[in-house]
């Protein structure tokens, strides 16, 4: 995910609006959605592409041109249904990812079972965080450790395949130190440097973001 893609976010509470402010200043594309309509009037300002509509309805999805959109942030974890609702006509739609915001377990079970691609719990991922995750194009996750530094968790690109930490040398090209390689369900952290990377392998890494992005 990354800058040159669409968003769309619907709900426009305090984690709704994060997520979209933070998503507009990196110069993202983003619709924001709600049904409240003094959250539209209030949000317009900083979100140029407001809109005050109910999104568990199928025809303002299509009106909306959901289905143009890549990625659609589901802000509604207070409506339970809404939110169902929503992330089901997205994914009928043919966005690519739903990510939807959950209140409990059993709402994370809910909402992934009718199709979100990822579910979020606001308590443990601020909008800001979510939406800096999203503009970093290929990064799976971002912990901001101190300004500009990070800990991200990446895909092992295709030309990496076959290749070791040593022949790829990614300290020197990249600024990034790799601290451990997820593969399947499990974390190594006594990496061998020597050992070849697998294409479903990914990187945990520490590393400035603005060199990161020379990876997009």
Same mark, same amino acid.
């Given at each position: 995910? $990354?800058?040159?893609?669409?968003?769309?976010?619907?709900?426009?509470?305090?984690?709704?609006?994060?997520?979209?402010?933070?998503?507009?200043?990196? +110069?993202?594309?983003?619709?924001?959605?709600?049904?409240?309509?003094?959250?539209?009037?209030?949000?317009?300002?900083?979100?140029?592409?407001?809109?005050?509509?109910? =999104?568990?309805? *199928?025809?303002?999805?299509?009106?909306? +041109?959901? *289905?143009?959109?890549?990625?659609?942030?589901?802000?509604?974890?207070?409506?339970?249904?809404?939110?169902?609702?929503a992330?089901?006509?997205?994914?009928?739609?043919?966005?690519?990812? =739903?990510?939807?915001?959950?209140?409990n377990?059993?709402?994370?079970?809910?909402?992934?079972? %009718?199709?979100?691609?990822?579910? %979020?719990? &606001?308590?443990?991922?601020?909008?800001?965080?979510?939406?800096?995750?999203?503009? $970093?194009? +290929?990064?799976?996750?971002?912990?901001?450790? $101190?300004?500009?530094?990070?800990?991200?968790?990446?895909?092992?690109?295709?030309?990496?395949?076959?290749?070791?930490?040593?022949?790829?040398?990614?300290?020197?090209?990249?600024?990034?130190?790799?601290?451990? =390689?997820?593969?399947?369900?499990?974390?190594?952290?006594?990496i061998? &440097?020597?050992? &070849?990377?697998?294409?479903?392998?990914k990187?945990i890494?520490?590393?400035?973001?603005?060199?990161?992005?020379?990876?997009?």
């Amino acid at each position: 995910m $990354s800058i040159n893609q669409s968003y769309a976010v619907f709900g426009l509470g305090r984690y709704g609006l994060a997520v979209a402010k933070e998503l507009v200043a990196g +110069g993202a594309d983003v619709l924001a959605v709600d049904i409240n309509e003094d959250k539209v009037n209030s949000a317009i300002s900083e979100i140029p592409v407001c809109k005050c509509a109910d =999104v568990t309805d *199928a025809d303002v999805i299509e009106r909306l +041109g959901i *289905a143009n959109i890549d990625t659609v942030i589901i802000a509604m974890a207070e409506n339970l249904e809404a939110s169902v609702m929503a992330t089901m006509l997205c994914k009928q739609a043919g966005v690519t990812t =739903v990510i939807a915001k959950c209140a409990n377990e059993m709402h994370q079970r809910i909402l992934s079972r %009718v199709g979100a691609d990822k579910v %979020v719990f &606001p308590e443990s991922e601020s909008g800001i965080r979510l939406a800096k995750n999203l503009l $970093s194009s +290929g990064f799976v996750d971002l912990i901001e450790l $101190s300004q500009g530094v990070s800990m991200v968790e990446l895909d092992v690109k295709e030309d990496w395949v076959g290749k070791n930490l040593l022949e790829l040398n990614l300290r020197k090209k990249y600024s990034m130190n790799v601290v451990a =390689v997820r593969h399947a369900d499990s974390i190594k952290t006594d990496i061998n &440097p020597e050992e &070849p990377l697998q294409s479903n392998s990914k990187l945990i890494v520490i590393a400035n973001v603005e060199k990161l992005n020379k990876l997009k």
